[in-house]
């Protein structure tokens, strides 16, 4: 049987799941008239009959019987002897029609056609599968651990599509083997010489928020809403939620009694500390319930700068800070603005900077970037303490010690 190769290639796709009869038929046909053009010069008088439910195909060609000698187009017309070899009762002007084995193309044109049947099946199914993860885009998903490699996880999921991890999307907690379900969001999805590459996050705000969807019943039917997710992913996170109802205790309803809700949402997240707060469109009050578990006496605002000014008792400052200033931090990128803490009732204190002379300026650095801006603060911790929530030595955490007890001794 002459067309036994295309029908074999076509046959193999006509069960894809990504194509339907009706695209089936046109990418076909598309990818026969093109190998009739190449042959024939033209396709315009061509007709293509397909059965994909078969994996069967007819080609007709269309001519017009001519006088023999007065062939001026041999494609689009035949000559009376040749006519009334296909039905001896042919006459001048009468339609022919004939139809063309796949023979007549040639071996190498077969082989060609074949190859570009399925390059145009394989651009299709791209096509489709970057369209459909496009859309999933910020949505949560879960795939199998086909592959493990140093800076990327290779997952595939039940349609065998594969979807990657790379290790700075990964919690810095996470462990994989091959086999794992790995649930995470899809962050991203690009095409790259028309092959959809797909990128999962499992440190994105948007997978935080998508596991408050999907183990919050009251997240998921909208009675409660997440209005805001900051993270340091493996470590601390904030979510402000909200309730158009006041019968509802959002924060209540997300933490679970003795927090069974959201036990298994700090498990996911490898142990990330979460802090669910009440959204407030109050910026001060916002202030202060970010700055959560410190007891904030007051607050400053400068709307212009975006500056807060946040007043505690002194044993409420530490905790407002957090371990390795997580806990401001995170607070700062949920309300937007950059806080500064000042201890109540402490009359003297001393900026760091003043001691510039005395003490490296990228030491003062370290000490900032935990939150401590001024001697006090620094006196306030332990030299322990110090040492584990900055990156100095012990000798260079006492000696500037030493130095700031003398200044405030004076």
């Not at 910026?283 to 807060?308: C, G």
């Amino acid at each position: 049987m002459e067309n036994i190769a295309l029908i074999e290639s076509f046959s193999e796709f006509k069960d894809d799941k990504f194509i339907d009869r009706v695209t089936l038929m046109a990418i076909l046909e598309d990818v026969f008239r093109n190998a009739l053009k190449k042959k024939f010069g033209s396709d315009d008088n061509f007709d293509i009959i397909i059965n994909p439910d078969k994996g069967d195909l007819e080609i007709w060609r269309n001519r017009v019987v001519v006088e023999d000698g007065e062939v001026e187009e041999p494609n689009e017309e035949i000559s009376l002897t040749e006519a009334r070899k296909i039905e001896p009762d042919f006459e001048v002007g009468e339609d022919v029609s004939e139809e063309v084995k796949l023979i007549q193309l040639g071996r190498r044109a077969i082989l060609a056609l074949r190859q570009n049947l399925i390059s145009k099946i394989h651009e299709h199914d791209n096509t489709t599968i970057y369209k459909h993860f496009k859309d999933l885009e910020g949505e949560l998903y879960t795939a199998e651990v086909h592959h493990i490699r140093h800076k990327v996880v290779i997952l595939l999921d039940d349609e065998g599509n594969e979807v990657i991890l790379p290790k700075d999307k990964q919690i810095p907690s996470d462990f994989f083997r091959k086999g794992d379900n790995v649930r995470g969001v899809i962050e991203s999805v690009e095409l790259k010489g028309n092959k959809p590459v797909i990128v999962m996050s499992r440190t994105a705000p948007a997978f935080l928020e998508q596991l408050f969807f999907q183990e919050i019943p009251e997240v998921f039917d909208g009675l409660i809403t997440v209005k805001k997710v900051v993270r340091i992913p493996g470590e601390k996170a904030k979510v402000a939620v909200d309730s158009y109802d006041d019968r509802i205790d959002p924060v209540g309803a997300c933490v679970g009694m003795k927090g069974s809700r959201i036990h298994g949402i700090v498990r996911e997240l490898g142990n990330e500390n979460i802090d669910v707060i009440n959204w407030t469109s109050n910026p001060q009050l916002l202030v202060t319930r970010a700055l959560s578990p410190a007891r904030v006496s007051s607050v400053k605002l400068d709307d212009e700068k975006m500056t807060a000014q946040v007043y505690l008792r002194p044993e409420e400052v530490s905790k407002a800070i957090g371990r390795g200033g997580h806990n401001i931090r995170l607070a700062g990128q949920l309300t937007g603005y950059e806080i500064d803490v000042f201890r109540e009732g402490v009359e003297e204190d001393v900026e760091l900077t003043e001691f510039s002379d005395e003490i490296e300026g990228w030491i003062i650095e370290e000490f900032k970037k935990i939150g401590m801006d001024t001697a006090r603060s620094v006196l306030e911790q332990d030299v322990d303490d110090l040492v584990k929530r900055t990156d100095l030595e012990e000798e260079t955490i006492v000696e500037v010690v030493r130095i700031l007890k003398e200044e405030l001794a004076d």
